[in-house]
């Protein structure tokens, strides 16, 4: 079993619509979790950390469940231009840093 | 504003022969790390360094090494290339708030 577990999509929605992905991870001992994107062919970037009591950022949600061991990100509104891979991040430690094989989201106009 | 800077983007490397991908980072970050990303596998640890002068291994480190030359620079060796080793590599900083910067990548293949 992978240490932390994602739905690989794809995710086809239309223009406007709400997503949500989960992520589930099996280290207990995970400290802090976040989401990054990353698009096609390109480097993976940080979309935003997540915290235990929640937190938004504009259209994006992400939230914490530690006693079911998962994460979720949920996008409102989605645009075109949030078409991307979806990649949710454990950190146990400096040398532990495990990440998900990624969610593919794809906005249809 | 460089961030990560990684060379070569691309190599076409035959069974057997070695090369070395070379990253540096400007934002004086202590820790820095080697991914590689295959299809359905998401990103896997090859090597990391905590500071200048020490390496230690990750999930995947067998047919490689590391050098940090010095807080900049971080830089990971194929000895002897195998198909296998066919992937897209990334090079890492972490900042003190736990974001990971990378490079661009360097996309290697092996015949």
């Known amino acids: 079993r992978k240490e932390v577990e994602q739905d690989p999509g794809p995710f086809n929605v239309p223009e406007g619509a709400t997503v949500a992905f989960n992520c589930t991870y099996s280290n207990s001992a995970s400290q802090s979790f976040f989401w990054y994107r990353q698009d096609c062919r390109k480097e993976p970037k940080l979309l935003m950390s997540v915290y235990s009591s929640g937190n938004e950022d504009g259209r994006f949600t992400a939230q914490l469940n530690r006693a079911s061991q998962y994460i979720s990100l949920l996008i409102r509104d989605s645009k075109l231009s949030d078409s991307a891979t979806y990649l949710c991040?454990?950190?146990?430690?400096?040398?532990?840093?495990?990440f998900g094989s990624g969610t593919r989201l794809s906005i249809r106009p | 504003n460089a961030g990560v800077t990684q060379t070569p983007k691309f190599q076409v490397l035959k069974t057997g022969q070695s090369m070395t991908l070379q990253c540096a980072q400007d934002?004086?970050?202590?820790?820095m790390y080697w991914y590689r990303q295959d299809p359905g596998m998401g990103l896997r640890l090859i090597y990391y360094s905590a500071s200048e002068g020490t390496t230690d291994k990750g999930e995947v480190p067998n047919g490689y090494n590391v050098s940090r030359l010095n807080k900049r620079e971080f830089s990971l060796r194929l000895e002897s290339a195998a198909p296998s080793q066919t992937s897209v590599y990334f090079c890492a900083s972490i900042a003190n708030t736990g974001e990971l910067f990378f490079g661009e990548g360097s996309r290697l293949t092996v015949l």
């Open positions: 934002m004086n970050h202590n820790s």
């Open positions: 991040v454990a950190y146990s430690s400096a040398s532990k840093i495990i």
